[in-house]
Each structure stands twice: as structure tokens, then as C-alpha cells.
């Protein structure tokens, strides 16, 4: 056994130093922006929805239209105020993804506090999840539901007691179909060539506008449940009163 000289520092340890451990924070502040956000962006999704509505009436009117007819500078007026509305929803969808994640990150490091071993991968893809094709169309739903059920008080007893998980489901399969008929509309959109296209086109953006603002109104319902369960599981500990 090597002996250590007196006033020398001992050798590092064999083993790495143990993980910090998680502490409880409040998500409530966080998740009083991302409900405002996703407020918000529900209403641009009904305004987005709407300037696409117009288009299409605007477009049938144009195939109505004698030939000749010109309508040119109303069409114009309506691609500016539709340009306009797209540019601020997804200045808004931005902030409301940023702000959201943030908020997904922190209840999914408190229920590791409620329920240690009740996750499959690290909180790290709380995040991360979201941006790996692929696997963003269920990273972020496994992670939801795991910090969902480490997130509900037990029975009285001490034994598991059921909570339903229909936000998270409902929330994450409007979330998935608002993506993919929000890409489908843009790209639908950019290929659009003449009256006829386009107003096929706008009436599709007009049912994908309505999906992220569905999804939008169940995102609110998820975040204020889950920041609720959290809040009770806090203050009043891991199992539910009798």
C-alpha cells in the first residue's frame, strides 16, 4: 500500500464522483408562458385559417370571373395580408416551441425527484428528443407519459393508482397530425399552379390551421394538468389522501 507524505493532497478516487441530486422547482412559471404562447398561437392558427378561407373564395372568383377580368390587385391585397399573418404565426409557433420545451424539460427533471426509476432514457431528451428525426414522433410522447404517471400521487396504501393519460394522448396525436398537415400544406402551397391549385391548396391550409389550433387548446390542457399533478404530488407527498 503506497503511503501519502504528510501535507500532500490524496490521490483522486478510484470512482467518479456521484451524479448531483435533483431538487423539486416550481414549473408553474414556466408553464404560465407556455400556455399564454400557446394561446396566442391558437388564435394566429384561426386568423391563418381564415386569411386561407379568403384566398379560396377569392380564387373561385377569379374561375367564376368573365375572361378579361382582372383581379389582379385584389388578389394582391389578400397574398399580403395572408404573408403578413404567416410570417408573425411563425415568429409565434418559434417562441411557443422554445418557451414549451423548456417547461417539458423541467417536470421531466421533477419526476425523476417523484419516481427515480421511472424512465427509460436520461431528461436530457426532454429535449433532444424533439429534433432526432424520426423518433421525434414518439421520444417526446414516451417521455410525456413517464413523467405523467411519476407525476400522480399514489393510493392512500402506497400502491399504484391509475390516472387516465387521455391529455397526453390526445395531445400528442394532434400535435403529430398538426405537423404533418401543416408540412403537407405548405408544400402543397409552393407547388401550386394556377387558380384552380391554389384554391385547393388554401382550402387544405385551412383544415391544417384548424388541426395546430386544436392541438394548441389540448397543449394547454396537458400543461396545466401535468404542472398540477406536480403541485400536488409537492405539497401534499407521494401518495393521495384517503
Known sequence: ????????????????????????????GIANAAIVLLSVAGVFALLSAWGKFSKRQNMNEVLAAPPGTDPGSALA????????????????????????IVWFHRVRCNAEVFRPD?????????IGGWFVPIANLFFPYRTARETWDASTQSAPDGSFRSVS?????????ACVAAWFLDGLATYKDGKAIGAAAIRDASSFGVIADLVILVAAVLAVLFVRKLTALQG??????????A
Open 1 to 28: 500500500m503506497s503511503s501519502i507524505a504528510p501535507g500532500q493532497p490524496p490521490s483522486p478516487l478510484p470512482y467518479p464522483p456521484s451524479q448531483p441530486v435533483r431538487v423539486l422547482r416550481s414549473p408553474q
Open 77 to 100: 391585397a389578400g397574398d399580403i395580408i395572408n404573408n403578413l399573418i404567416g410570417l408573425a404565426q411563425s415568429l409565434i409557433l418559434l417562441a411557443t416551441a422554445v418557451v414549451f
Open 118 to 126: 421511472g424512465f427509460s432514457q436520461s431528461a436530457g431528451w426532454a
Open 165 to 173: 393519460g387521455a391529455p397526453v394522448v390526445t395531445w400528442w396525436l
Open 232 to 241: 400536488i404530488k409537492a405539497a401534499q407527498g407521494p401518495n393521495a389522501a
